[in-house]
């Protein structure tokens, strides 16, 4: 089954923890990107990556980083979480091009204390 | 800069009735996609339909409807029908000839018996 998975699904941690998100798709798709939504502004980008060492910073990139050292997973890593990062996170993953279907991952549900 | 605006932050529609949700775009891109998704209470992004840009038929997928007015820049969804289980979140999104999909701030539409 084609999909994107992210990992852990909800997560309570505390202020200037590190943690990771892990999101791995089963496409092979080239393109892969973080969002964060919240309340009101829809869904931001964080980051997003074209292929394998390529990423290239979003609308909201402050406080977060990324790495893409294989085609399949892009995690999500923030090195000194906030309360301002409390929100829900989206991976995603699609082939490329301007009218290919963005495949999402099911959320991750972040409470920074 | 590219720009979405959905201008209806919640909706009520009977159960059986259609219903129209409103999608205005901004974009100096020759080409691009159209999308809209579905976010149910469990918090997933569903993809329903996408029309690309020079598409000369009004996409359509089962109930799902795109009525795109590209000289207006609209491409508002209609639902035919509606069924309780439409209650959601639905979010618009265009991407262009970057690599970033747009999304507008969503409407919440409630369906009652």
């Known amino acids: 089954e084609a999909q994107v998975t992210q990992n852990p699904r909800y997560l309570i941690t505390v202020t200037g923890k590190k943690l990771t998100v892990t999101c791995s798709q089963n496409m092979n798709h080239e393109y892969m990107s973080w969002y964060r939504q919240d309340p009101g502004l829809g869904l931001r980008q964080i980051y997003y990556s074209m292929n394998v060492e390529v990423t290239d910073k979003g609308d909201v990139p402050e406080g977060y980083k990324v790495s893409r050292k294989e085609k399949r997973n892009f995690p999500l890593i923030l090195e000194s979480p906030s309360p301002n990062q409390t929100s829900l996170y989206f991976c995603?993953?699609?082939?490329?091009?301007?009218?290919?279907?963005?495949?999402f991952g099911p959320g991750t549900r972040l409470t920074v204390l | 800069a590219q720009k979405i605006t959905q201008t209806q932050p919640g909706m009520f529609v009977q159960e059986k009735e259609a219903v129209t949700l409103d999608c205005t775009y901004d974009?100096?891109?020759?080409?691009?996609?159209l999308f809209w998704y579905k976010q149910p209470s469990s918090g997933e992004m569903i993809f329903l339909i996408y029309?690309?840009?020079?598409?000369?038929q009004n996409a359509t997928e089962g109930r799902y409807s795109l009525n795109f007015q590209k000289a207006r820049k609209s491409a508002n969804l209609v639902i035919s029908a509606s069924q309780l289980g439409d209650s959601a979140m639905y979010f618009c999104?265009?991407?262009?000839?970057?690599?970033?999909?747009?999304f507008g701030t969503g409407t919440r539409l409630q369906v009652f018996p």
């Open positions: 999104a265009m991407r262009g000839l970057t690599d970033k999909l747009i």
């Open positions: 974009t100096s891109d020759p080409s691009y996609g």
């Open positions: 029309q690309g840009s020079y598409d000369q």
């Open positions: 995603a993953s699609w082939g490329g091009g301007a009218l290919d279907e963005q495949f």
